[in-house]
Each structure stands twice: as structure tokens, then as C-alpha cells.
């Protein structure tokens, strides 16, 4: 994945707003990352951390849709599903995720200790205890996770977190309709972007199949 620093100006001679700042696709994370940001946090004993990273890599959601979910989305109660559907919001359409045994045991933790109920954000701001985790929270937790393992924060973001299971189905399986259904996307072509998908790898799954 290849990124670029811009240090060019805008035209009327200011710093260009994203002087500095590296742009382009936000890489998945790697299995091995995963699980070391999953280790730190059952160390901290950080419930809701947990929950929500492990939520996030499952459920493949935007960041304004991961953080708007109520507990009655995947839960009832503290029993967790170990399916969900959620409506989404930049396309109005559903789409549904797996949630894997050790997730459903890191949201149960968080719900019982945390109090929620059915009708509560999942995850309410804790700087407005009427209101969800906003977009911006989410993003500065993401930087921590990436930080607690030794990443440049500045090169990961929310989507690195949405792309990290469908990349690992891709490669694993090089199934892209199905990673198209489990990310949502309309279209064929939105995945192949997401994804990142180059010729080599497509010439590398046709190398498997013998005709």
C-alpha cells in the first residue's frame, strides 16, 4: 500500500490543509496486529474498548454506523446474538454480520458492567451521557489501539479497522462478491476499490483453478 506525504501549497500561498499529512487508502490491519491490540486490552481490563474493537473487526461497520448501534442491535439484554442486521446509513441498506464467540463474551462484559440497557446506545459518549460515541472519539481510539502495538497512528484510521476482516476473507478465500455482501457495497466495482484489488492478485486465484 503505498501513501504520499503532500508538502505543496494551495494557491494563494497557504500550507495546503493537508500539508503534511498522509492520504490515500488506510491499510487493514494484520491478524497478528489484531490479536496484539486484542491482548492489550483484556490486560487493561478495558470492557468497552474491547467491545468495541472486537465489534468493529466483526461487524465490518462504518464508523457512523458502528457507533450509533443500541444494545437491542445485538443484544437482548446481555444475551448477545451471534447475528445482527443493521440499516445503514450512507445507503439505507441493511446488512448483516456475523458476531463471533469472543466478541458475544466481550459485549456481555461490557453491557453488565456498564448497565446498559436494551434501549441505551451501545456505546454512549463520555462527555454526553445522553448521546453515542461520536465519529471523532472513535477515531482517537482507533490512533490509541494502533499506538499501544508499536503503529504510526498517523497512518491507520477508522477504515483500517472496517477493512481488516474483509481483507483477511479476500485473501483467504478470494471470494469478492462475498466480501461485496458483508461490506454492503452496491456495487462490484466499489469492493475492488476497497480492497485494493490489483491484476496480480487476480492472475494469482486464477493460478489455482485448472481447467
Not at 76 to 102: D, M, W, Y
Amino acid at each position: 500500500m503505498n501513501f504520499s506525504r503532500m508538502l505543496n501549497f494551495s494557491n494563494t500561498g497557504r500550507p495546503a490543509w493537508n500539508k503534511g499529512k498522509y492520504i490515500g487508502q488506510k491499510p487493514p490491519l494484520k491478524l497478528k496486529e489484531v490479536w496484539s491490540i486484542r491482548t492489550h486490552l483484556q490486560l487493561e481490563i478495558n470492557h468497552r474498548d474491547l467491545a468495541l474493537f472486537n465489534l468493529a473487526i466483526d461487524s465490518k461497520l462504518r464508523a457512523c454506523d458502528l457507533v450509533s448501534l443500541f444494545v437491542n442491535d445485538v443484544a437482548l439484554n446481555s444475551s448477545v446474538h451471534s447475528r445482527a442486521v443493521v440499516r445503514q446509513r450512507k445507503t439505507g441498506r441493511p446488512v448483516q454480520f456475523e458476531i463471533t464467540e469472543q466478541t458475544r463474551e466481550a459485549l456481555s462484559a461490557w453491557i453488565t458492567n456498564s448497565r446498559r440497557q436494551s434501549a441505551d446506545y451501545l456505546f454512549p459518549s463520555r462527555t454526553d451521557g445522553t448521546d453515542h460515541l461520536s465519529t471523532r472519539q472513535y477515531a482517537r481510539l482507533v490512533s490509541r489501539w494502533v499506538t499501544l502495538i508499536g503503529l504510526d497512528a498517523k497512518l491507520y484510521g477508522t477504515h483500517s479497522i472496517r477493512r481488516t476482516k474483509a481483507s483477511l476473507i479476500y485473501r483467504k478465500t478470494g471470494n469478492i462478491r462475498a466480501v461485496q455482501l458483508l461490506l454492503g457495497h452496491s456495487k462490484l466495482e466499489s469492493t475492488v476499490r476497497y480492497l485494493g484489488v490489483e491484476v496480480e492478485d487476480a492472475l494469482t486465484i486464477a493460478e489455482q483453478i485448472e481447467v
